[in-house]
């Protein structure tokens, strides 16, 4: 396997149901990220994970459950969704670079995103 | 209220012309700009990219422009190929120690043989 994989591909569950997404980086990478994209709406960023620690959460509801035992697995913990949750969820994977100049921004090089889960709540 | 706005859903160019994508932004805190490009049922995958410190950036067949003063950036593909038919997604990224990426909506490209 090469790349950002994620499975399952395509997901139908009901509003009761627990189901968990995962992600799986061949790259090497220390940044782990998982995104939402609503029908005609642009991709939002969800959580991220920078060395296993979560860095970012983007307000999201507490039904997503977010997961990361390494640098190279993500899982994202379903539990009792809304329909209005069904779309597309994609992870994306970055290197983190360091500081270029002491003190300065830490860079990245630009996130690599796995195929994505179609997710349906009825 | 978006801060990285694709004004055009769609586009259709001939194979062999120029295709020129735009994308506007409202966040002057914005360092970095990506392009990603999407076939359907695959997950996004990245284009070229420029830092806010440069206005101009090439890889083959592919240039970015970035105007900071207006605030836009813009894609060029030339000459076009029927392979290039995809979603293209602006992306911008806060400075800092993050690395949050702000999405545009998207454009489809549809180049006709």
């Known amino acids: 396997e090469t790349g950002v994989t994620q499975t399952p591909r395509h997901l139908v569950m009901g509003m009761t149901n627990k189901k968990s997404l995962k992600c799986e980086q061949h790259?090497?990478?220390?940044?782990m990220y998982w995104y939402k994209q609503s029908a005609k709406k642009p991709l939002e960023l969800m959580f991220v994970?920078?060395?296993?620690?979560?860095?970012e959460n983007n307000s999201v509801p507490s039904r997503f459950s977010p997961e990361c035992p390494n640098s190279s697995h993500l899982f994202l913990h379903l539990h009792t969704l809304q329909p209005e949750d069904s779309a597309l969820y994609l992870c994306?994977?970055?290197?983190?670079?360091?500081?270029?100049?002491?003190?300065?921004?830490?860079?990245?090089?630009?996130?690599?995103f796995g195929p994505g889960t179609r997710l349906t709540v009825l | 209220d978006q801060q990285v706005k694709q004004n055009s859903p769609s586009l259709s160019v001939q194979e062999g012309r120029i295709s020129i994508l735009n994308c506007d932004y409202t966040?002057?805190?914005?360092?970095?700009f990506l392009w990603y490009k999407k076939y359907p049922a695959e997950g996004p995958t990245f284009l070229i990219s420029?830092?806010?410190?440069?206005d101009k950036n090439e890889d083959g067949r592919f240039t970015v422009f970035l105007n900071k003063s207006a605030k836009h950036l813009s894609l060029h593909i030339v000459p076009s190929q029927p392979g290039d038919s995809a979603v293209y997604f602006c992306?911008?990224?806060?400075?800092?120690?993050?690395?949050?990426?702000?999405f545009g909506t998207g454009t489809l490209l549809a180049v006709q043989p």
């Open positions: 994306a994977s970055s290197q983190q670079k360091g500081r270029v100049l002491a003190g300065g921004p830490i860079t990245y090089n630009e996130q690599f």
């Open positions: 790259l090497g990478h220390n940044a």
């Open positions: 994970y920078n060395f296993k620690e979560q860095t």
């Open positions: 966040n002057s805190m914005f360092d970095y």
């Open positions: 420029i830092s806010s410190i440069k």
């Open positions: 992306a911008a990224r806060y400075g800092g120690a993050t690395n949050k990426l702000i």
